[in-house]
């Protein structure tokens, strides 16, 4: 089996790097205020071995910027967040290398109760424009809801351009079994992606520990569907499990400390082991991270 290495955590690089990073703003105050930095990440990404690089438009929502900063610039950061990925691979060499479009919870990470379903198309469509003329893919990520990514596949542009989508699972409390963090389960999740026309389910941004079992059920899934041709995923966060009122923007949480590269690794290997085909890090996953993964699984 082919194994794909996604990047990791853009926003702990870009403090590494002293680049502009403050609440509310998180990763995107660097668009504003250094956006060489942005570049730079991706550059090093890139680098260490990652397949496959994500647009720094995750946090190019009215959630971190502001509603007025959005309307007035939301599709030039976003356009922006492309260019630095694209000018990133072209002054690599590497011109293999895919680019995600990063489609955020346009809500707040985390916050199944804060998605206003009539809001989808006015934040969604400025980052598909701004992005559509660089991505090769697009990343529906840290997805809570089933809701969240239905909402935006009706809004992609009509091409060939995979759709990846990744979920976000409870990791706080045990479940009887796998649920994303509207509390609907990870089978329900997969059931719709499938009959939406995904080309990849992945579970992101929760810890590692809880990623097997949703992977079991997906595959399972997959299977009583007759549709293994989607591929699977997992790139896990490096925080301790995050609560159902988590606010994503209050401050930074703390990294773990078990779980350096090597660790992380272990946990990649039993995904492969169970199919996912797609492996990368979240936050606080960084480049050196990657570099262990491209150098034992590829």
Known sequence: MSITI?????SR???????PFHQPEWSAAALYEGSHFVQEVHEDFIAHGADVITTNSYAVVPFHIGEKRFS???????????RLAKQAVEKSGKVATQIAGSLPPMFGSYRADLIEPQRFAEIAQPLIAGLSPYVDLWLCETQSA??????IKALLPKDDRPLWVSFTLIDDEPTNEPKIRSGESVKQAVEKMVEIGVQAILFNCSQPEV???????THQTLNQLQATHIRTGVYANAFAPQPKDATANDGLDEVRQDLDPNAYLAWARKWTEQ??????GCCGIGVEYIETLVKNLK
């Open 6 to 10: 996604l990047d990791g955590g853009m």
């Open 13 to 19: 690089e870009l403090m590494r790097k002293n680049a």
């Open 72 to 82: 007035a610039d939301g599709r030039m950061l976003a356009d922006l967040a492309g």
């Open 146 to 151: 089933i809701i969240e990514p239905v909402s």
């Open 211 to 217: 990623m097997g079992e949703a992977l079991a059920v």
């Open 275 to 280: 199919g996912a085909s797609i492996i990368g």
